[in-house]
T-cell receptor, first 115, second 112 residues
Framework: ETGVTQTPRHLVMGMTNKKSLKCEQH?????MYWYKQSAKKPLELMFV???????ENNSVPSRFSPECPNSSHLFLHLHTLQPEDSALYLC??????????????FGPGTRLTVT | ELKVEQNPLFLSMQEGKNYTIYCNYS?????LYWYRQDPGKSLESLFV?????AVKQEGRLMASLDTKARLSTLHITAAVHDLSATYFC????????????FGAGTRLTVKP
């Protein structure tokens, strides 16, 4: 496996379910991200992890719970979601750098539908 | 409030024609990125622009950055159907890739 992988690719869940999204990066990066992409909205940054530590939480509802056990893996735990949470959830990673400039690498995304 | 504005948001063009997509942003940054997204797929990095006056070209696409005007352009030359996709610009406001703000995207359709 190369790059950034995400599983599952598609997920349908009820509002009372609990599920988790998984992301794995094989690039040796130290930062990982969760984004939400909804129709008619710009890409929204949800969470940022640097060296396994959460450094950003952009006012995301508590029904989304991230977990980063190591620099290569990132999870997004979901519970009691709402239909408006239906979206494409993208994971990304980037190398740690104090000078920036290398950008982020994205996974294929998980298409989530909440019924 | 930081804004990253792309225009147009929708673009339909004929094969063989030229066009430019614009990305304006409202904060100081000299790191700008262009991504391509095909329907149902992830974002693919196209260009990384790291300084004022930077110009990058790949095939029929050319991107430039004017940090003083806070403007980047993505120019399409002699469009072909394979270029049909959504194109996003993103501004890095953190200097370590950690805080990238994306434009709304330009959905490009190239017709024969």
């Amino acid at each position: 496996e190369t790059g950034v992988t995400q599983t599952p690719r598609h997920l349908v869940m009820g509002m009372t379910n609990k599920k988790s999204l998984k992301c794995e990066q094989h690039l040796g990066h130290n930062a990982m991200y969760w984004y939400k992409q909804s129709a008619k909205k710009p890409l929204e940054l949800m969470f940022v992890y640097n060296f396994k530590e959460q450094t950003e939480n952009n006012s995301v509802p508590s029904r989304f719970s991230p977990e980063c056990p190591n620099s290569s893996h990132l999870f997004l735990h979901l519970h009691t979601l709402q239909p408006e949470d239906s979206a494409l959830y993208l994971c990304a990673s980037s190398p740690h750098t104090t000078s920036g400039g290398l950008g982020q690498y994205f996974g294929p995304g998980t298409r989530l539908t909440v019924t | 409030e930081l804004k990253v504005e792309q225009n147009p948001l929708f673009l339909s063009m004929q094969e063989g024609k030229n066009y430019t997509i614009y990305c304006n942003y409202s904060t100081t940054s000299d790191r700008l990125y262009w991504y391509r997204q095909d329907p149902g797929k992830s974002l693919e990095s196209l260009f990384v622009l790291l300084s004022n006056g930077a110009v990058k070209q790949e095939g029929r696409l050319m991107a430039s950055l004017d940090t003083k005007a806070r403007l980047s352009t993505l120019h399409i030359t002699a469009a072909v159907h394979d270029l049909s996709a959504t194109y996003f610009c993103a501004v890095d406001i953190s200097y370590n890739n950690n805080d990238m703000r994306f434009g709304a995207g330009t959905r490009l359709t190239v017709k024969p």
